[in-house]
């Protein structure tokens, strides 16, 4: 007669369901988080590109003494306070001809620079279209400005240069 060993070897049910269940727990921290990260990196998109745009406000005054609005590549500068959204790349520009600076535009982030009456100075709007924010800044003050805004909200930019980004709800970052 021979000896027949009955061990099976396995998992029960039970260590089974502990596994999933601990893995729906990890994931249902991680879900969240991850989304929030891609917010904050669709979010700096649209500040670096604002940064991009003063730059080029800043040398279109350097060199011309006048600040510019945003014009599509085939069009010509608008008139004062009437910027262009841009969606791609593009340039900014004073009401004379000749008188311009490229601006790159990331992919989804919609920019606009609108300047005053006297191009003597510009406020610049952006936003990324999957972002919650909106960000602003003037050619006259230092600093960025942000509004909390609902992600996926369509493009709206200030208009008309502004001295007054707070009284337009905008805080200080």
């Known amino acids: 007669m021979t000896n ?5 070897k396995g998992f029960t049910l039970i260590e089974l369901m502990i596994v999933v269940a ?33 730059l080029a406000e800043e040398a279109l005054f350097s060199d ?14 608008g008139k004062a306070g009437a910027g262009v959204t841009l969606t791609a790349n593009g340039f900014v520009a004073t009401t004379t001809a ?3 600076a490229p601006v790159t535009v990331s992919n ?8 005053d009456k006297t191009l003597a100075y510009a406020t610049i709007t952006a936003q990324h279209a999957n972002g919650d924010k909106l960000y602003a800044a003037e050619t006259d003050q ?7 805004i609902t992600a996926g909200t369509k493009f709206k930019a200030i208009g008309k240069a502004t001295a007054n980004l707070d009284a337009k709800g905008y805080t200080a970052m």
């Open 142 to 148: 230092s600093g960025t400005y942000q509004k909390n």
């Open 22 to 54: 601990i893995i729906g727990i990890l994931a249902a921290i991680a879900i969240p988080q991850f989304s929030n990260y891609r917010t904050k990196a669709f979010n700096s998109a649209a500040v670096s590109d604002l940064h991009t745009a003063r």
């Open 98 to 100: 000749g008188q311009e």
């Open 108 to 115: 989804n982030v919609s920019l606009e620079a609108d300047t």
């Open 4 to 8: 027949v060993s009955n061990k099976e």
């Open 64 to 77: 011309y003494q006048a600040y510019g609005s945003t014009v599509a590549k085939t069009n010509t500068a």
